[in-house]
Each structure stands twice: as structure tokens, then as C-alpha cells.
């Protein structure tokens, strides 16, 4: 398998344009979560579904922040109007449901978003 | 609330020497523990789980320990090589095995 994939891996975009990050998570895993990485936080898990139905949106920063997973092998986070502040890298991220607790977790590479 | 620490912040090495990364975290009613690298402009790669119920786990020059009663892992690397350089992360699940905490992470450098 590619492993997660994720686009775009960088974007420069202007304060109040919108932004839409993409994900591919692994074939046949049940899990997806999307992560922020900033140097003032560092990793913060924002929303994650399970079988495409979001279960837990509660790391999500504010109303101009969504998710949408329309299918297994896609997901969305969508910023609009983005701000400077939203500059961090965002991770997608996969998992199966087979062994519970014990499976482990793939990263993507990222996306690098710069708001100016 | 869980919160994950990592020390030390930085560390630098020479080739050849065996070194230890310490992650403490404060709610010992945890699933799991997971130890990760990320090199730089690249996504996390998991190098051990360790379960609530083992005290170790290996992988090659990696072995990983956990201490639920006193909060405390530690990542053990063997005869380190330069290869290693990256920034090493610990993670416990809280609030349901889903949401995964992290520490800050060790920027580890091994020079030749």
C-alpha cells in the first residue's frame, strides 16, 4: 500500500481564502484522524472518524474549521475563511479496528500550510 | 487531564553511544504508550506500542519500557548511528484509546 496520502503538501494562501486539505487514508483501515502540529502546541488531534461517520470533534479550534469523510478512501479539512494563526503542518492519519487499542497508527507526510 | 513530558528537549550524541529518551505522563490509567520519529518535513513513523500490560517491548537497537505506577517510559537506543537523527515523540491515549496525547518530543542528533 502508498501508505496515507496527503494534499496538498504545501500551500501559501492568503488571510480569508479558503483552504482545503485532502486525504487518502490506507485501504481498509476503519480509523482517520486529522492532526495540527505547531512549534507553540505541538501535536493536537482536532477530529477523527470511524467508518466515514465523524466520532469526536472536540479538538476542533472553531466554526471556521470542518471535516467530511464522504467515503473510505477520502477525507477533507476544509479553513474559511483562514487566518495566519491556522499556519501549522496538518497531519491525515489511519488505523484498523481489528486488534482495538493495540493497532498502530500511520502518518502521512502532511501538508504545510502558510496563511499570509 | 493527561500531559505527556519529554526530556530531555535536545540532545546530541556521537556515533556509537548508547542513549536513553524519558517520557512521563501524568494519569497512569492508560491503554497503551506509543513511541514515534519524525524526521524533518516528514509525517510520524510508530516504532513501539507497548500495551498497559507489558513492561517492555523491542525492535532491533530499540526497546521501550513502561512504568504505569510511577508514569514513566523510556525509549533505549543501542550503539546509535547517525542515521537515528530525528525528533523522537511519546503518545498515551486519553479519553478513549482514539485520542492520542503527545509529548513535545526529543530532537536527537548523532554526529559521525
Known amino acids: 500500500d502508498a501508505g496515507v496520502i496527503q494534499s496538498p503538501r504545501h500551500e501559501v494562501t492568503e488571510m480569508g481564502q479558503e483552504v482545503t486539505l485532502r486525504c487518502k487514508p490506507i485501504?481498509?483501515?476503519?480509523?482517520l484522524f486529522w492532526y495540527r502540529q505547531t512549534m507553540m502546541r505541538g501535536l493536537e488531534l482536532l477530529i477523527y472518524f470511524n467508518n466515514n461517520v465523524p466520532i469526536d470533534d472536540s479538538g476542533m479550534p472553531e466554526d471556521r474549521f470542518s471535516a467530511k469523510m464522504p467515503n473510505a478512501s477520502f477525507s477533507t479539512l476544509k479553513i474559511q475563511p483562514s487566518e495566519p494563526r491556522d499556519s501549522a503542518v496538518y497531519f491525515c492519519a489511519s488505523r484498523s479496528a481489528g486488534a482495538g487499542a493495540g493497532n498502530t497508527i500511520y502518518f502521512g507526510e502532511g501538508s504545510w500550510l502558510t496563511v499570509v | 487531564k493527561q500531559e505527556v513530558t519529554q526530556i530531555p528537549a535536545a540532545l546530541s550524541v556521537p556515533e556509537g553511544e548508547n542513549l536513553v529518551l524519558n517520557c512521563s505522563f501524568t494519569d497512569s490509567a492508560i491503554y497503551n504508550l506509543q513511541w514515534f520519529r519524525q524526521d524533518p518535513g516528514k509525517g510520524l513513523t510508530s516504532l513501539l506500542l507497548?500495551?498497559?500490560?507489558?513492561r517492555e517491548q523491542t525492535s532491533g537497537r530499540l526497546n521501550a519500557s513502561l512504568d504505569k505506577s510511577s508514569g514513566r517510559s523510556t525509549l533505549y537506543i543501542a550503539a546509535s548511528q547517525p542515521g537515528d537523527s530525528a525528533t523522537y515523540l511519546c503518545a498515551v491515549p486519553s479519553g478513549g484509546y482514539n485520542k492520542l496525547i503527545f509529548g513535545a518530543g526529543t530532537r536527537l542528533a548523532v554526529h559521525p
Open positions: 485501504s481498509g483501515h476503519d480509523y
Open positions: 507497548i500495551q498497559s500490560s507489558q
